[in-house]
């Protein structure tokens, strides 16, 4: 009961003051002293507005880049990562399958079990060149916009 006393009395200054709304109609009932109206306004002379800059700049053309280079590197550099990706995502996919239930027939050529513990050190690798690949394509792209060349997806 107390506790619904304290926070009544600490929100009903609130709620009484939420209540009030004014509108446009309501401000013909503030006098505020220095403020402009509307007609005082009107009476102000318009404001200068420059049409023209002060001193034109000339046009700077920056310089042509050959982007032919960088291009053919970044589309090597994505095939290759692209080649890399799809090999340890065919890797992934046959540890998969020699961890399920369906590994071990010895009539089948398909991975069996152990063979996640054979194929870690690839699947390492294959993630490590990944990786140095994404930085390489990095390097090459801050290099390409350095250099002012556009180096786009194809």
């Given at each position: 009961m107390k506790r619904f006393l304290v926070l009544t009395v600490c929100l009903w200054p609130g709620l009484l003051l939420a209540q009030q709304s004014y509108s446009n109609a309501d401000l013909v009932h503030f006098q505020v002293p220095g403020a402009y109206t509307n007609a005082d306004l009107r009476l102000l002379e318009p404001l200068v507005v420059q049409k023209e800059p002060a001193a034109r700049l000339p046009l700077v053309m920056p310089p042509h880049v050959d982007s032919v280079p960088f291009q053919v590197h970044y589309d090597g550099l994505v095939r290759t990562r692209a080649y890399l990706s799809a090999e340890l995502d065919l890797e992934l996919e046959r540890v998969a399958?020699?961890?399920?239930?369906?590994?071990?027939?010895?009539?089948?050529?398909?991975?069996?079990?152990?063979?996640?513990?054979?194929?870690r050190s690839l699947i390492r690798e294959l993630s490590k060149r990944i990786t140095l690949l994404d930085h390489e394509i990095d390097m090459l792209l801050d290099d390409a916009r350095q250099a002012g060349a556009t180096v786009g997806i194809r």
């Open positions: 399958f020699s961890e399920s239930a369906f590994a071990g027939d010895p009539q089948s050529f398909a991975p069996r079990a152990g063979y996640r513990a054979r194929v």
